[in-house]
């Protein structure tokens, strides 16, 4: 099953803290005017016109402003962006170079970049990134220097910044603007070898690598090639006035910043390497690096050089980039298109204080007529390419138009759903305040069986369930106040409505208490009667002894207290029997 390609979700809104701004000034990187921009809540990068997407740790790594020429080759060659490239990747090109100008006397060599290195993507078996998706690595057959990378840099793509794109030269130069919807694509490039000839003249570099390696008491590692370009405050992936075999020190031009106290430079070395607090930082190479201060080595090499024929006084330029490109890029084929590739005409580096043998001065020579022949058949390739990236920049004015509309369009999305979620957090506060009137004058409360794990959704559901009991139970009322009513107030009319109903059940006097008085009077009344009809002489002090009264005038009696009796009656729920007008007593 291919590898899932994460795309656009591995971007987010970038998180530069102050200490990366800090430590960015402390580096001098942030002192050039607009070279750096930051980002401001933007979740997907929306880089301005002449300005690409890097990140913190490519700066802190070797990069800056204006790229240097290697760089754009490289990206060029093997059709990658800068954010396709992980930070040990620019960490690889930064050390390659620095060993290349300061250590073999030479600008970047390509061919020699290619004996050395080759490209894979990045990734697990599932997920294959965008972001820092290609990763160079170190030829399994070849003896490099042990660099010591850092283990883990997790955290470094959400510290995301532009970066000014600058070349003093035609568009054809700059590097591809960013694209973070296209993929990474595998090409021929990644695993191209050197060729015959190109082994054949970089085989003198290949030996001077193994003897800086191995030479007992002066080998030299990675790590110091790391610590020394951090020192002398030079970005080996700048494009530089001069090679740093001409570095001058303090008064260098292209220094960015005054030296690093050693606690800092320590703390940075160990941040983008694998060195913990227990190791030493070396402060000095073992092998003394190529500068403006160091004596060009002199013995009957030179000599020898002296006597060549003029066509061998510039032995270096086979090494330099824009010769040994096009050898390279011969085992691309036709379908494998690119943004062009910076300027293919020779170009003749400044003098290198190494200069080769005159055998192998020849040996160059040879190759880099061959090159040329290379280079003339893929200049016609090129120029497809050329006229493709010139329809792409006249139309980076209206895709910059879309992204501000897009940034826009997002931002006011942000405000609505800000809105909205004020206004739902508005609602449940209202309905979470109905639910506590309702239990204070209920003394109810319920508890959802099944909650919905939403504020919002959880107080509507219970004010529900409230409002359920109080339908319930203005229900029941309806079904009792109209028969109650007649008994409570039997000289008034009901009323229409049901409030009205049922507010006149709540006076400031007791009912209840008004109920028994009235059926007090109504029992004295009776009693009163009955003994008025007996024509009896009552002994009031006795009147609980029924057996004093006649049986005989019961009857009379019953039918006199009968309206009355039926109004009790009815009310405690009896009926009386029709007979009851004329059933006799039972008098004990």
């Known amino acids: 099953m291919a590898a899932q390609d994460l795309g656009n979700t591995e971007w987010e809104r970038s998180k530069i803290s102050a200490q990366d701004i800090n430590l960015l000034k402390k580096l001098g990187l942030s002192k050039k005017k607009d070279a750096l921009r930051f980002p401001s ?166 030996t001077c690598i193994h003897e800086l390696q191995n030479t007992r008491g002066q080998e030299l590692s990675g790590i110091q090639i790391t610590t020394y370009f951090l020192r002398i405050r030079v970005q080996p992936l700048q494009a530089r006035k001069n090679p740093l075999w001409m570095y001058a020190g303090d008064k260098d031009v292209d220094r960015l910043s005054i030296d690093l106290s050693v606690k800092d430079l320590e703390k940075l070395v160990r941040k983008i390497s694998s060195l913990s607090k227990k190791d030493a930082i070396p402060t000095t190479c073992r092998v003394v690096p190529y500068s403006g201060t160091t004596p060009s080595p002199s013995g009957e090499e030179e000599e020898e050089e002296e006597e060549e024929e003029e066509p061998a006084a510039n032995v270096t330029a086979p090494m330099s980039m824009s010769h040994t490109l096009a050898l390279s890029e011969t085992h691309c084929t036709a379908e494998e298109t690119s943004t062009p590739h910076p300027d293919l005409q020779r170009s003749t580096p400044a003098t290198s204080p190494r200069a080769s043998s005159p055998k192998r001065a020849r040996i160059e020579l040879e190759a880099l007529l061959a090159a040329d022949k290379h280079a003339e058949d893929l200049a016609g390739k090129l120029k497809a390419s050329e006229e493709a990236r010139e329809k792409a920049e006249n139309d980076a004015s209206c895709i910059e138009g879309l992204r501000k509309r897009l940034h826009e369009a997002e931002t006011d999305l942000s405000d609505k759903i800000t809105q909205h979620v004020a206004r739902e957090g508005n609602i449940a506060s209202r309905l979470e305040s109905l639910n506590r009137r309702f239990v204070r004058k209920m003394s109810q409360d319920f508890v959802l069986q099944k909650p919905e794990d939403d504020r919002l959704l959880d107080a509507l559901s219970l004010l529900e369930i409230h409002a359920d009991l109080v339908r319930r139970s203005i229900f029941d009322a309806k079904a009792a106040f109209p028969r109650l009513f007649p008994y409570f107030f039997p000289k008034k009319k009901e009323p229409d409505t049901f409030a009205a109903l049922a507010k006149s059940f709540v006076p400031q006097e007791d009912l209840g208490l008004s109920l028994r008085q009235e059926n007090l009077k109504i029992g004295v009344e009776g009693t009163i009667t009955l003994v008025v009809e007996s024509q009896q002489n009552v002994d009031w002090a006795k009147v609980g002894a029924a057996t004093k009264l006649k049986q005989d005038k019961w009857p009379s009696l019953i039918r006199a207290a009968k309206p009355h009796s039926k109004k009790i009656l009815a009310f405690l729920g009896y009926k009386p029997t029709p007979s009851s007008s004329s059933a006799k007593p039972e008098v004990k």
């Open 41 to 206: 809540e933007e979740s997907y990068p929306t880089p301005p016109i002449g300005y690409r997407v890097s990140f913190v740790d490519h700066l802190i790594h070797g990069l800056f402003v204006p790229i240097h020429d290697f760089l754009r080759g490289l990206l060029f060659v093997y059709g990658l962006q800068l954010h396709h490239l992980t930070p040990n990747s620019i960490l690889h090109v930064s050390i390659f170079i620095t060993l290349c100008e300061c250590f073999l006397g030479v600008h970047p060599n390509w061919a020699l970049c290619k004996r050395i290195f080759f490209l894979r993507r990045n990734g697990s078996h599932n997920i294959a990134y965008n972001i820092g998706g290609v990763v160079i690595c170190v030829r399994p057959d070849v003896e490099y220097f042990d660099v010591k990378f850092s283990d883990s840099v997790q955290g470094w793509r959400k510290r995301w910044l532009y970066i000014r794109e600058e070349s003093a030269d035609s568009l054809e130069h700059n590097i591809p603007p960013f694209n973070g919807n296209e993929k990474i694509l595998r090409r021929r490039s990644w695993d191209a070898e050197a060729t015959d000839e190109e082994k054949s003249a970089t085989g003198a570099l290949m």
